[in-house]
DNA sequence: TATTTATTGTCTCAATTTGTGACAATAATA
DNA sequence: TATTATTGTCACAAATTGAGACAATAAATA
C-alpha cells in the first residue's frame, strides 16, 4: 500500500447489489472506531487495468471472481475532497500518517455497480474496517463523503437498465420462479408489477429455460422453475 | 501548465457532436509536424471540480459557455498508457521535457460527449495543435491511443440516450423544420427513419413550438418552423 | 378422504402504440 | 396554367400492453 505503487489523485468505489428477503441491499463497511461508513472502494496500482482494479477490490470484499460489473458515473467535485475524514479512519486504525500521506490527497472516484447472488457472499472486512455488511437499500447508514449520491445514482442506472440487461440473471440464484424474478424487477423498480403482463413479456424474450422439476411445499399449485439460457 | 496546479493520473477527453449538411460530425485535433489526430482534451486543477474542467477546455476550443454536455465513460486500459506518443507532441512543439515531464506519465481519463450547433462555432487550435477541425464522423482520420474507442462509445451513448434526452434541441438552430430534426435523427441512428411515424412521435411529446412563419424558397408546400418548448 | 386456500399458468378482450400507405394542400417551376 | 416535389394529416392494420377471468393444483384443514 505505498505510494508508488498506485496512481494518485483516482480512486474507485463500488455499489454491490443483493437481493435477499424481497428486498435490494448493498455492501457498506464500516471503519474502525470512527463510526463512518463507507462503499468498498479502493485505488488503482500503476501496471493494472482500471476494470482489473475494481475486481482485485470485489474479489476481497466478496471472494468471487467473474461478478457481473457496470462502470456508471465518475465522481469529481471537489466537495467531495475532505481529508480529516481519511485522516480519522487512518488515526483510528493506527496507521503513519507520514506514510499514508498520499491518501489525503483529493481523489476522483470511478463508481461501479456490481450484482451478485446474495448466498454466494460472506463479506470480508479489509484492514481499516470492522465489518462489511449488508444493508437494505431503503435503509442505509449515513454514508460519508458522497457516498449517498453515488448510490442514488448507481440505483437510478441500474433502474435505467432493467430493460436493456439481463439484470435477473446475476442477482438470483440459478433456477428460480417467476415471481422470485418478478419481486427482484419490483425490488428494483420500487413499485408492484401486474403479474400476468410481467409473466408474458418475460416468456416472450425467450431468454428463460423452464424445467420440469418444480419448487414444492406451500399450499397451492407449484410454480416451475427457470434457469437463463445464455 | 505546471505540475502543481494539476490532479495527476487523470485526463479528459471531449467528442464534440456537431450537424452539417445533413452529417454527424466531431472536433478532432492535430498536433504541430506529427501526423497525430485527437481528441480535444485537458486536465483537472487541484480547485477544480472534474465537469467545470470540461467546460473550461470546452470553452477553449468553442468559445461557448453552456453547452450540453454528458459524461459517458472513464477509459482505464494500461494499454492506453503510451509516453512516446505525447513525447513526440512535446518535443515537435519544442516544449521542455524536464518540465512537463509529468505529462508522460500514465493518465485514466474521463470522456464526456457534447452536443452544440455547428454554425455557433470557429473551432480554435491550442498551443500544441495545428489545427481543431470538424470531421465526418464516418470519416475520421486514424486517431491516437484508444481516442476511436472512445468516439465509438460516445457514438453508442448517443445512440441509446436518442429517446431519453433532447438530443435535436442541441444540434440544431433555434428554428428548424421537421425535415431537419429527421435528419439528425437518422444520422445519429445511421439509418433512415419513417417520414410519417416521425412526425406524429415528435409532436405528440409536446415538446415543440409550431410557429406560423415557414420557410419558403422550394418548388413545393412550405414546411412550418418549429422551436423547443423549454 | 373431501374440502378449502392460495397461487400459478394461460386466455380473452380492451386500450394504446406503432407501421404503412393514401391523399389533399401548396410554393415554386416550367 | 399545369407540373413537381414535399408537407401535414388521416385511416386502417399490426403489434404491444393493460386488466381481469378462470381453470389447475399442492398443501392445509376439516
Known amino acids: 500500500m505505498d505510494q508508488k505503487d498506485f496512481l494518485t489523485n483516482i480512486a474507485f468505489d463500488s455499489v454491490v447489489f443483493g ?9 457498506i463497511m464500516e471503519y474502525h472506531n ?3 461508513f463507507a462503499l468498498p472502494g479502493g485505488f488503482v496500482q500503476r501496471n ?6 475494481v475486481r482485485r477490490g470485489l474479489k476481497e470484499r466478496t471472494g468471487l471472481d467473474n461478478i457481473y460489473l457496470e462502470q456508471f458515473y465518475t465522481f469529481g467535485d471537489t466537495a467531495r475532497y475532505k481529508p480529516e475524514i481519511m485522516q480519522t479512519i487512518l488515526e483510528s486504525g493506527n496507521y503513519s500518517l507520514e506514510k499514508y500521506e498520499w491518501l489525503l490527497d483529493r481523489f476522483i472516484s470511478v463508481a461501479y455497480y456490481a450484482l451478485i447472488n446474495y448466498k454466494d457472499v460472506v463479506p470480508q472486512p479489509d484492514a481499516l474496517s ?3 455488511e449488508w444493508y437494505d437499500i431503503d435503509a442505509l ?7 449517498a449520491d453515488i448510490v442514488a445514482k448507481a440505483l437510478q442506472t441500474l433502474r ?3 430493460d436493456r440487461k439481463l439484470v435477473g440473471m446475476n442477482l438470483l440464484p440459478a433456477r428460480f ?11 428494483i423498480l420500487g413499485e408492484k408489477i401486474r403479474r400476468t403482463t410481467f409473466q408474458r413479456k418475460m416468456l416472450s424474450l425467450e431468454i428463460l429455460k423452464r424445467h420440469e422439476k418444480q419448487y414444492l411445499g406451500k399450499a397451492h399449485k407449484a410454480p416451475y422453475l427457470y434457469s437463463f439460457e445464455v
Chains 1, 2 share one sequence.
Not at 447508514?141 to 457516498?147: T, Y
Not at 420462479?177 to 425490488?187: C, F, G, I, P, R
Request: charged share 20%; net charge negative; with cysteine.
Open 141 to 147: 447508514p449515513p454514508l460519508i463523503l458522497d457516498h
Open 34 to 36: 470512527t463510526g463512518f
Open 19 to 27: 437481493f435477499s428477503g424481497g428486498a435490494l441491499k448493498i455492501l
Open 130 to 132: 470492522d465489518s462489511c
Open 48 to 53: 493494472e487495468n482500471l476494470n482489473d482494479a
Open 177 to 187: 420462479t417467476m415471481n422470485d424474478l418478478q419481486k427482484v424487477y419490483e425490488a
Open 160 to 162: 435505467d437498465n432493467l
